[in-house]
């Protein structure tokens, strides 16, 4: 709590006073910053008014400018001069509500040329002007989601550009990730992997208001039981073949020999 909060809402009305260089009047802008707001939509921006009892506001103002920019200049959107507040905009698609208490800025159609700064400024009935502002900014869509693997610490890691407010899931074999399988970190963009080895479709979905993408990690295909039975049986039937060719060798090779010794008898009687 400053001094001249304590001074203004804490002592001045104790003694029903109000030193007159003790400006009082303060704003605040209620939404939480910074806004964003999808493209054709509606941006409102609300703030409240708080003053002492023997203050009056005398007018109000909304001004614009960009968030970044070297030449950037402050437009007024709307000012609502006088005790009446009758506030005028500067543009069709600007409205602007304002009573004793508070005061709301709407533009409808928003574009992204609506985004930056925007400040509202209340001045009291002696002319003290004071300010808040708020950065507004657009709703993006969800850009480039991208999965990768750290080999080292299991771990696959989701990655996305610049949408706004991105949320994280995982898929396993476009189903949900089981304990099995692995663990989603808290902030959802990692999957620490528990299944070992490390097989199959893993896939990241990355969704905000606008929508969402994905992208899919393909490890080595899962060996199932009845594909390792398959390979068991192919290996058998190799070696089988292979056993069958060898005996059929040296089957060969024994006959020859038996002839050849058989020939070299023969000649050996008639000599
Ligand atoms: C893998 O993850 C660990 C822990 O988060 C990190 O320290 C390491 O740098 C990562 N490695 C790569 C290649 O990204």
Redesign the pocket.
């Known amino acids: 709590m400053d001094l001249q909060y304590f001074l203004c809402w804490r002592v001045a009305p104790l003694f029903l006073l109000m030193p007159r260089e003790l400006h009082c009047m303060s704003v605040h802008i209620i939404n939480e910053e910074p806004v964003y707001v999808i493209p054709g939509s509606s941006l409102v921006l609300k703030a409240h008014i708080k003053y002492g009892p023997l203050e009056e506001v005398s007018a109000i103002t909304w001004e614009y400018e960009p968030e970044t920019g070297f030449n950037s200049e402050r437009v007024i959107l709307a000012a609502c001069p006088g005790r009446s507040l009758k506030c005028a905009g500067t543009r069709p698609n600007v409205h602007v509500n304002t009573e004793q208490q508070g005061t709301t800025l709407q533009i409808n159609g928003y574009s992204t040329a609506d985004s930056g700064v925007y400040t509202v400024t209340v001045t009291d009935h002696q002319g003290a002007n004071t300010s808040r502002q708020c950065i507004v900014r657009e709703y993006e869509a969800v850009h480039h989601v991208t999965v990768?693997i750290?080999?080292?610490?299991s771990?696959l890691?989701c990655t996305e550009a610049w949408g706004t407010d991105p949320s994280f899931s995982w898929l396993y074999e476009k189903a949900a990730i089981t304990q099995a399988v692995g663990k989603v970190s808290n902030n959802g963009a990692?999957l620490i992997i528990t299944i070992s080895p490390i097989c199959g479709h893993f896939t990241c979905v990355v969704s905000n208001k606008l929508g969402y993408s994905s992208d899919t990690y393909a490890a080595a295909p899962c060996e199932t039981e009845s594909r390792r039975t398959t390979a068991a049986v192919v290996c058998l039937m190799l070696l089988l073949s292979l056993g069958g060719v060898l005996a059929f060798l040296l089957w060969r090779r024994y006959r020859h020999n038996n002839r050849g010794e058989r020939l070299y008898e023969h000649t050996d009687d008639t000599i």
Do not use: K, Y
């Open positions: 990768s750290n080999v080292s610490h771990l890691v990692t």
